[in-house]
């Protein structure tokens, strides 16, 4: 009776694979394509209503020929210099932020174990404000944050005495280490004359405003060159979510996989933050949600990466457009939203019993 039972059981189907070459290969369902086909099209609408909305909007039926090159003036200016840059830096760092965030939860097996809990975004600011006040001149302001990042993450790995096999270790770790980065950043910047002090906290803050396409080039460079690189990873992570042993029996050398996602996380999250500060919970909201909306387990790479492309190209446009007497810096607005995630999250984990 078992084997009848076992034989006549309906077979689960498996999804289709995605084969790019001899190195890459992704699983394809067809809720996740359709998840990702909606956020493309949300992605569209919202990169519309960037361009369109406001006084120096572009009116919609000017912007495909502005797009095109065909209009000069005031559609044109609007376009290369102040809306265009601010809307292409902002996709891409969205991007970025959500993949490293993705690619540090699946390591940690822990939702919370994103670049803000775990002190990378705060260690980026410190090596940023370092760099920009405290020793101006000696390092670009990207390599400051760099290397603030990889001081952070270096503190967390020996810190927690497990390196980063242990979720709860790493929470705590970093939390001590982001307060510590941020209690750096807040020196310098009682150092620092005024004026200084007031184009840092801007930057601090986490804001799209006044990008330019020097800044584009910088974030999607890293995107192109790191995001396939996660996307090589993502077999591997996939194993590793069901444990190290099962995974190193499996292949996937977890230690080595582990090293290399969490240096790719690395340097997503800190291109982010050199071309627009250290912007807020994109990194801890964006793939809960995706993977929450596609409900597939693994990094979910693209799924991420496109839904922190819309969460923050959203909220820069909120931030454009809400009638207030100051424009907001994007990421007080993020701040705002992740915080009261956070706190859901937190709860539905205690609830649960596993914080």
């Not at 078992?2 to 809720?31: F, N």
């Not at 804001?207 to 995107?223: C, E, F, K, Q, V």
Request: proline share 5%.
């Amino acid at each position: 009776m078992t084997g009848a039972a076992s034989t006549d059981a309906p077979a689960r189907p498996h999804p289709s694979t995605l084969r790019i070459g001899v190195w890459l290969s992704m699983p394809v369902r067809p809720r996740s394509l359709l998840i990702g086909g909606i956020l493309v099209v949300a992605l569209i609408v919202t990169g519309v209503l960037t361009l369109t909305l406001g006084t120096l909007g572009i009116a919609l039926g000017d912007i495909v020929p502005t797009l095109r090159g065909e209009r000069q003036g005031r559609d044109e200016i609007v376009l290369t210099a102040f809306r265009g840059p601010r809307l292409v830096v902002g996709l891409a760092a969205g991007a970025a932020l959500a993949v490293s965030g993705a690619l540090f939860q699946t390591v940690t097996r822990n939702p919370l174990g994103s670049p803000d809990v775990i002190g990378l975004t705060s260690g980026a600011s410190a090596g940023a404000a370092a760099f920009g006040l405290l020793w101006p001149g000696l390092l670009p302001l990207p390599v400051g944050a760099l290397l603030g990042a990889f001081l952070a993450m270096a503190l967390v790995f020996f810190g927690t005495g497990t390196g980063f096999s242990s979720p709860s270790r790493i929470l705590l770790i970093g939390i001590g280490v982001s307060a510590m980065s941020l209690a750096f950043v807040q020196w310098v910047l009682v150092r620092a004359g005024r004026e200084q002090a007031t184009v840092l906290a801007t930057y601090l803050n986490g804001s799209l405003a006044a990008r330019d396409w020097n800044h584009a080039t910088t974030i999607w460079a890293a995107i192109v060159i790191l995001i396939p690189c996660a996307l090589l990873l993502s077999r591997r992570l996939q194993l590793i979510e069901m444990g190290d042993e099962q995974a190193d029996a499996l292949g996937a050398r977890s230690s080595a996989a582990r090293a290399l996602s969490i240096s790719v996380a690395i340097g997503l999250a800190t291109a982010a933050v050199s071309v627009a500060g250290p912007i807020a919970f994109i990194a801890l909201v964006a793939p809960q949600i995706a993977r929450r909306l596609s409900r597939s387990a693994g990094p979910n790479i693209l799924a991420s990466a496109l839904m922190g492309a819309f969460l923050l190209s959203l909220a820069d446009l909120l931030t454009q457009q809400l009638p207030l007497d100051v424009t907001l810096p994007v990421g007080v607005l993020t701040a705002i939203l992740g915080g009261i995630y956070l706190g859901v999250l937190l709860f539905a984990q205690w609830k649960k019993g596993t914080l």
